[in-house]
């Protein structure tokens, strides 16, 4: 939380608070004080939270709901306390809990929508924020909310419009200026883009996102060696890893090693590393130095018959009937699918019936997998996680559908289980493929490592989330249905990409 939108934060809650007062019950835990002490301790909560001290925040606010258990601002404040903590859940129920006692409190409408955000309820993070605006046209962070809804969903032009809003009401909002940046750069506006995020570092010279995403862009028009001076004006672990990639394209080949060695000094465990790593080193027929996975080829598994699946009943056919009646996007913006749907949710975020049952049959087959290999001692073996904390999303092709070249940074292991694959002509179709090439890197022997695999209905895939991949596009009426997963490594130390 940056000091303005603290400030606002502050002002709102105090403007709540007031609206809210009631006298103490006979209940109260402050029954010999006078009738303004939930305002006094609404207040100290706030800046317990605006210190980052959420604890005795949490501690304030739960006090106050033991004397007045219908105290909008408090409940809306642990709601906010549970979305930093990252319980979406709990957020939206005690937030919901708020309007239901105060349907016009603009700011817990603007937090319920975040936190419908990230259970990737998108719709209804829109009408939260819509009913945001709708209350308050003036509050700067409901736009920018909104914006970044629109970006997840792919409305772009929705998005730069929001974000446009927010900072006619707010000019010097610096991440506003920066998620435009993003936007305009997805929609290829790169001069517009590039203005964006000058406007955000004039404000803020030491931004480090806006700084990052400068980044991307000069290093998609080939600018390697502004990227990296933007890179490292940026300061982030993906900064150091994309200087790599600049590195790499301009042939300085000593550098990129030299980085390599400081990135394996800093203990850095990254599978983007991997990914550059493997592939230089393949394409320049030097020792791969980097320790995450060697011989990543060697490492993909595909499982005929999972461990723990019996589609007796129907299990195959019941869950893809199920995440079709999910929220799910057209070709999302970010993402490699094309010609196809891809839900925005985690669909293991306490998973319940037919998922939860293929959550316990993925775990199962890691834990074979892991037995498998337990005898390696590179870091991908050694340190992959014990606990087994999935992250996946379901994708559905139609005709022509297929997925480009990726890799998943923010995983260790990552793996797809399929539903249902079509009957195809061409055994290739449909296929997927895993390789040591993407991203564009530059090729100088096109004898790079790649091999194709052809799954069937109720097949499970398991792979180094470093290992690039990609799906053939196929030609059949039928879906091709399969939820992708990523086991999580127990602390991620990359930055976010470049998203909103």
Same mark, same amino acid.
């Given at each position: 939380?940056?000091?303005?939108?603290?400030?606002?934060?502050?002002?709102?809650?105090?403007?709540?608070?007031?609206?809210?007062?009631?006298?103490?019950?006979?209940?109260?835990?402050?029954?010999?004080?006078?009738?303004?002490?939930?305002?006094?301790?609404?207040?100290?909560?706030?800046?317990?939270?605006?210190?980052?001290?959420?604890?005795?925040?949490?501690?304030?606010?739960?006090?106050?709901?033991?004397?007045?258990?219908?105290?909008?601002?408090?409940?809306?404040?642990?709601?906010?306390?549970?979305?930093?903590?990252?319980?979406?859940?709990?957020? +939206?129920?005690?937030?919901?809990? @708020? /309007? =239901? %006692?105060? #349907?016009? $409190?603009?700011? &817990?409408?603007? *937090? !319920?929508?975040?936190?419908?955000?990230?259970?990737?309820?998108?719709?209804?993070?829109?009408?939260?924020?819509?009913?945001?605006?709708?209350?308050?046209?003036?509050?700067?962070?409901?736009?920018?909310?909104?914006?970044?809804?629109?970006?997840?969903?792919?409305?772009?032009?929705?998005? +730069?419009?929001?974000?446009?809003? @927010? /900072? =006619? %009401?707010? #000019?010097? $909002?610096?991440? &506003?200026?920066? *998620? !435009?940046?993003?936007?305009?750069?997805?929609?290829?506006?790169?001069?517009?883009?590039?203005?964006?995020?000058?406007?955000?570092?004039?404000?803020?010279?030491?931004?480090?996102?806006?700084?990052?995403?400068?980044?991307?862009?000069?290093?998609?028009?080939?600018?390697?060696?502004?990227?990296?001076?933007?890179?490292?004006?940026?300061?982030?672990?993906?900064?150091?890893?994309?200087?790599?990639?600049?590195?790499?394209?301009?042939?300085?080949?000593?550098?990129?090693?030299?980085?390599?060695?400081?990135?394996?000094?800093?203990?850095?465990?990254?599978?983007?590393?991997?990914?550059?790593?493997?592939?230089?080193?393949?394409?320049?027929?030097?020792?791969?130095?980097?320790?995450?996975?060697?011989?990543?080829?060697?490492?993909?598994?595909?499982?005929?018959?999972?461990?723990?699946?019996?589609?007796?009943?129907?299990?195959?056919?019941?869950?893809?009937?199920?995440?079709?009646?999910?929220?799910?996007?057209?070709?999302?913006?970010?993402?490699?699918?094309?010609?196809?749907?891809?839900?925005?949710?985690?669909?293991?975020?306490?998973?319940?019936?037919?998922?939860?049952?293929?959550?316990?049959?993925?775990?199962?087959?890691?834990?074979?997998?892991?037995?498998?290999?337990?005898?390696?001692?590179?870091?991908?073996?050694?340190?992959?996680?014990?606990?087994?904390?999935?992250?996946?999303?379901?994708?559905?092709?139609?005709?022509?559908?297929?997925?480009?070249?990726?890799?998943?940074?923010?995983?260790?292991?990552?793996?797809?289980?399929?539903?249902?694959?079509?009957?195809?002509?061409?055994?290739?179709?449909?296929?997927?493929?895993?390789?040591?090439?993407?991203?564009?890197?530059?090729?100088?022997?096109?004898?790079?490592?790649?091999?194709?695999?052809?799954?069937?209905?109720?097949?499970?895939?398991?792979?180094?989330?470093?290992?690039?991949?990609?799906?053939?596009?196929?030609?059949?009426?039928?879906?091709?249905?399969?939820?992708?997963?990523?086991?999580?490594?127990?602390?991620?130390?990359?930055?976010?990409?470049?998203?909103?």
């Amino acid at each position: 939380m940056n000091r303005a939108e603290k400030r606002r934060q502050q002002k709102l809650a105090e403007k709540a608070a007031k609206k809210a007062k009631r006298p103490p019950s006979s209940s109260s835990p402050f029954p010999e004080r006078p009738a303004g002490i939930i305002d006094q301790s609404l207040s100290l909560a706030l800046q317990h939270l605006i210190g980052g001290r959420s604890a005795q925040a949490e501690r304030l606010y739960t006090k106050i709901l033991e004397a007045e258990p219908k105290q909008p601002v408090a409940l809306h404040f642990l709601g906010v306390i549970a979305r930093q903590r990252g319980n979406n859940f709990l957020s +939206v129920d005690l937030i919901s809990k @708020a /309007l =239901a %006692i105060d #349907p016009d $409190y603009a700011e &817990a409408h603007n *937090n !319920l929508g975040t936190a419908f955000k990230h259970l990737g309820r998108l719709a209804e993070a829109v009408a939260s924020h819509d009913k945001a605006i709708s209350i308050n046209p003036d509050n700067a962070s409901a736009h920018f909310n909104h914006g970044n809804v629109f970006y997840q969903l792919g409305r772009l032009n929705e998005a +730069v419009t929001s974000y446009h809003k @927010a /900072l =006619a %009401i707010k #000019p010097e $909002y610096v991440e &506003a200026h920066c *998620n !435009l940046g993003i936007t305009l750069q997805n929609q290829e506006n790169y001069d517009l883009a590039a203005a964006s995020y000058q406007k955000a570092l004039a404000i803020k010279p030491d931004f480090a996102k806006a700084h990052y995403n400068l980044g991307t862009l000069l290093q998609h028009r080939g600018q390697f060696n502004d990227a990296i001076a933007r890179y490292d004006l940026s300061g982030l672990e993906i900064s150091r890893i994309k200087s790599l990639e600049c590195l790499y394209a301009l042939e300085m080949y000593d550098e990129f090693y030299l980085s390599i060695d400081k990135l394996i000094k800093a203990g850095t465990k990254s599978p983007y590393v991997a990914a550059i790593s493997a592939f230089a080193s393949q394409q320049l027929n030097r020792a791969d130095s980097y320790p995450f996975c060697k011989n990543p080829m060697d490492f993909v598994r595909m499982y005929e018959k999972p461990v723990g699946l019996d589609d007796d009943d129907g299990f195959l056919r019941r869950l893809g009937d199920e995440l079709k009646s999910r929220a799910i996007d057209w070709e999302p913006t970010g993402k490699t699918t094309h010609n196809g749907f891809q839900s925005p949710s985690n669909l293991f975020i306490n998973p319940m019936g037919l998922l939860a049952e293929l959550e316990t049959i993925i775990k199962e087959n890691i834990e074979n997998y892991r037995s498998e290999f337990s005898s390696e001692s590179f870091d991908f073996i050694k340190f992959m996680p014990r606990k087994l904390a999935l992250e996946g999303w379901a994708v559905r092709f139609l005709q022509g559908g297929h997925q480009t070249g990726h890799i998943h940074p923010g995983g260790w292991l990552s793996g797809v289980f399929y539903l249902q694959v079509p009957k195809i002509c061409d055994q290739d179709e449909g296929s997927i493929e895993f390789g040591l090439w993407g991203y564009n890197y530059p090729i100088l022997d096109n004898n790079f490592p790649r091999k194709r695999y052809y799954p069937k209905n109720g097949n499970l895939v398991l792979f180094p989330s470093s290992l690039f991949h990609r799906t053939i596009p196929f030609h059949s009426d039928e879906e091709r249905t399969c939820v992708a997963f990523d086991l999580m490594p127990a602390k991620f130390a990359m930055a976010d990409f470049a998203n909103v």
